[in-house]
């Protein structure tokens, strides 16, 4: 498996714009996880997904941010409008059920937005 | 939530034994302890978990103390490629919050050649 994979790798915005974040998940894993991560508040989960049901987001940090969950194989986070303290880079997660599964991260997406 | 207390930075060089400490004196019985570790630009990734017993695998070491109110996660020969900020994670088992993983500020470990 290639593991879990994010597009872009890099995102460069003007403030204002809108900014999609995509994410596919390894193959058969039930979990899914949007992380944001800055040198001033460290790695945050903003929300989680089982099954393709949001379960938690309460780590969105304003109605600017939505996620999206359509089927089992991809995921996108969305930010609009995008402001300059939204860059970060942002990292997606996925696992399989079960209590001591590993979480396996992506490459993350590092988003500037000017 | 229970919490853990990682010391900010470690340093070792190339080659010797890490001792990475992990204090979590508010642990329940039914939370287990994980370690994820971040390399430099990439995204964390798992290294170990347990609950009571030592565990090993080809990564590392993990010692728990007999109260489980401290660990120590053993690299038992560093080598550059270690160098990585080392996060120590409570997971509870019962609760519905064993779905989220929930970082703290981690030890920042340098190691030198």
């Known amino acids: 498996d290639a593991g879990v994979i994010q597009s872009p790798r890099h995102e460069v915005t003007e403030m204002g714009q809108e900014v999609t974040l995509r994410c596919k998940p390894i193959?058969?894993?039930?979990?899914l996880f949007w992380y944001r991560q800055t040198m001033m508040r460290g790695l945050e989960l903003l929300i989680y997904?089982?099954?393709?049901?949001?379960?938690?987001d309460s780590g969105m940090p304003e109605d600017r941010f939505s996620a999206k969950m359509p089927n089992a194989s991809f995921s996108t986070l969305k930010i609009q409008p995008s402001e300059p303290r939204d860059s970060a880079v942002y990292f997606c997660?996925?696992?399989?059920?079960?209590?001591?599964?590993?979480?396996?991260f992506g490459q993350g997406t590092r988003l500037t937005v000017v | 939530d229970a919490k853990t207390t990682q010391p900010n930075s470690m340093e070792s060089n190339e080659e010797e034994p890490v001792h990475l400490p992990c204090n979590h004196s508010?642990?329940?019985?039914?939370?287990?302890i994980h370690w994820y570790r971040q390399l430099p630009s990439q995204g964390p990734e798992y290294v170990i978990h347990?609950?009571?017993s030592n565990v090993n695998n080809r990564m590392a070491s993990l010692a728990i103390a007999e109260d489980r109110k401290s660990s120590t996660l053993i690299l038992h020969r560093a080598t550059l490629r270690d160098a990585a900020v080392y996060y120590c994670?409570?997971?509870?088992?019962?609760?519905?919050?064993?779905?989220?993983?929930?970082f703290g500020t981690g030890t920042r470990l340098q190691v030198f050649p």
């Open positions: 508010t642990i329940s019985g039914t939370d287990y």
């Open positions: 193959s058969g894993h039930d979990y």
């Open positions: 347990g609950l009571t």
């Open positions: 997904f089982n099954n393709n049901v949001p379960i938690d």
């Open positions: 997660a996925s696992r399989r059920q079960g209590t001591n599964t590993e979480a396996f």
């Open positions: 994670i409570l997971r509870d088992s019962l609760s519905y919050n064993t779905d989220k993983l929930i």
